[in-house]
């Protein structure tokens, strides 16, 4: 079933389609999906939808802002902002043209579902609450008696057509008048000022009745003979909120009794059917309130959460940039030498500089490879297919290929605790574990270290349930964690303190963890500056 029909402006064609696909899985329906503002005022002058989501920059002659402006006054449609911009001028300028919600791309349709949900709540009940006040309104105007309402300041806030004809006033002349200024009476006998009774009225709660003899001074100077009566307003906790003036021209005391007990009780009514709906109303509201503070809590968190996003996307450039400039200064320099003197070197020299070449590229793929690793990790979308592997020969051939490939003179030795050595686990992450965690053993270690592998397979039972896990560990003699960076070295990017200039993208600890958590294993590290560093890798395993 459509639960209501949606305009959508967004001039991100692809955005837009995504948006629209979105609110369709909801259940909304898009009245159109449009790019410009100028579109949007005309398409919503004639669809009529029931809401519209407007993006803020918008090309064209007018920005959302501008657009939603006239949507509203011109056809009091609520709008909600979809955008990326949280800057405080852009807010300033959109929270005059009171929108309905504030949605900040990216988005969840959750958040997308509730922030229309309230809107529209909101939306219609201000249309209700504007029909009881002109229901209102309407019944007042229709009552025979000259009705004054004021608030607890005795400023004036309604005044029925009866009233004007008495008084000589326009009610919008006067809403927010002192009441003396409008309503002024004096004693018909002693041509004494009387001074009206709202003072009373609202100080004691009680309703007051004036005697025959009162003259009403009208805006011309005329005098009216009146009677009056004044009452309390009160909310629905009964605080008194103003107070109400009912009179008219006197025509005889019976008259006057008569016409005054017939408006009473025609206020009385009009007052319970104004307190219930005022009332019912206000429930509503106070039941809102919740459900608002929890999405402005959403929204602090969504904005909290853009900064860190955006924080780590700019660590993210500048560490890829200082890591991408050396090897292409290497790669240009080999290639414009090779250029210029090829001609004139002999086989071995130009081997060696493609070697270099080579190397360098080799050296972009892996980091390229790496920040791709840590990317597919944060998304949840790497693999996990543990196979049966022997864990000694693998933990051999990587030792083997990693010495080839890195050409180190440090004394790498792998030791295995036991004679059983097959076990179910990842191959690719397993490799990406150890080679990783070496790679990081010998570049923090003096040149001919010694960087020790131990490898240990243990089993036990507990509850008739088998316990199987592989550890590996691997020490160096390098330079160390300093412990105050020991709680963070795991986060991408973040490299220690005493690194100095030693290069590395500080992406490799953090693939380890992944890998390790793929295999719902544990890390563990036990260093101390200048003394080395020990990595203990625990990964569980079940046989299938």
């Excluded at 009774?197 to 309703?207: D, Q």
């Excluded at 003979?225 to 006197?250: D, R």
């Excluded at 319970?272 to 509503?284: D, W």
């Excluded at 490299?495 to 693939?511: D, Q």
Aim: hydrophobic share 40%.
């Amino acid at each position: 079933m459509v639960r209501a029909r949606i305009l959508v402006v967004e001039d991100e064609s692809i955005v837009a389609l995504s948006i629209q696909n979105r609110l369709e899985a909801l259940g909304y329906a898009v009245a159109a999906n449009l790019p410009s503002g100028e579109a949007a005022v005309k398409t919503a002058g004639e669809t009529r939808p029931d809401l519209v989501l407007m993006d803020i920059r918008l090309r064209g002659k007018i920005d959302g802002i501008q657009a939603a402006d006239q949507i509203r006054n011109r056809f009091q449609i609520p709008v909600v902002y979809l955008t990326a911009y949280t800057d405080e001028e852009t807010i300033n300028r959109a929270k005059f043209t009171e929108p309905y919600g504030y949605i900040l791309k990216p988005f969840e349709p959750r958040d997308l579902c509730t922030t229309i949900e309230i809107a529209l709540y909101k939306h219609q009940m201000e249309l209700e609450r504007g029909q009881r006040e002109q229901s209102l309104s309407t019944a007042l105007n229709s009552v025979g008696d000259a009705v004054i309402t004021t608030d607890q300041e005795e400023l004036v806030t309604f005044m029925n057509p009866v009233a004007e004809g008495l008084t000589g006033w326009k009610c919008e002349e006067v809403v927010g008048d002192h009441l003396s200024e409008v309503f002024k009476t004096i004693n018909i006998k002693t041509r004494e000022i009387i001074e009206h009774p709202i003072a009373l009225v609202l100080h004691e709660g009680v309703t007051i009745n004036l005697e025959f003899d009162t003259l009403l001074i009208n805006k011309n100077g005329d005098e009216i003979l009146i009677t009056e009566t004044a009452a309390p307003l009160k909310n629905k906790t009964g605080q008194i909120i103003g107070a109400a003036l009912i009179f008219h021209e006197s025509t005889g005391q019976q008259q006057i009794a008569v016409t005054l007990e017939k408006t009473n009780q025609e206020l009385e009514v009009k007052l319970a059917e104004s307190t219930a709906q005022l009332q019912q109303a206000n429930e509503q509201l106070w039941a809102e309130i919740p459900k608002r503070q929890r999405l402005e809590q959403e929204l602090q968190l969504a904005l909290e959460k853009e900064q860190e996003l955006e924080q780590i996307k700019s660590q993210l450039l500048a560490t890829i940039s200082q890591e991408y400039r050396t090897p292409l200064a290497t790669i240009l320099s080999s290639s414009q030498l090779l250029e210029r003197y090829s001609s004139r070197w002999t086989d071995k020299k130009k081997h060696q500089h493609l070697q270099r070449i080579q190397a360098t590229v080799e050296q972009l793929t892996k980091l390229s490879n790496d920040a791709a690793f840590i990317k597919d990790a944060e998304a949840r979308n790497l693999g996990f297919q543990p196979v049966s592997v022997d864990v000694k020969q693998l933990v051999r051939d990587v030792i083997s290929e990693f010495v080839l490939s890195a050409n180190t003179k440090d004394q790498i030795l792998c030791e295995c605790q036991t004679t059983e050595t097959r076990a179910f686990l990842d191959k690719r992450l397993v490799r990406s574990i150890i080679n990783n965690l070496l790679s990081n053993a010998v570049k923090y270690s003096s040149q001919g270290s010694r960087v020790q592998l131990e490898i240990e397979l243990l089993q036990g039972e507990s509850a008739q349930v088998r316990h199987q896990e592989v550890v590996f560990r691997i020490s160096d003699q390098g330079i160390g964690i300093p412990s105050a960076d020991q709680d963070q070295i795991f986060q991408a990017f973040f490299r220690g303190s005493n690194v100095n200039f030693i290069p590395g993208a500080g992406l490799g600890l953090a693939i380890v963890k992944a890998s390790v958590e793929l295999h719902r294993g544990t890390i563990s590290i036990d260093s101390e500056v200048g003394v080395g560093t020990t990595v203990t890798v625990t990964l569980p395993w079940q046989e299938e």
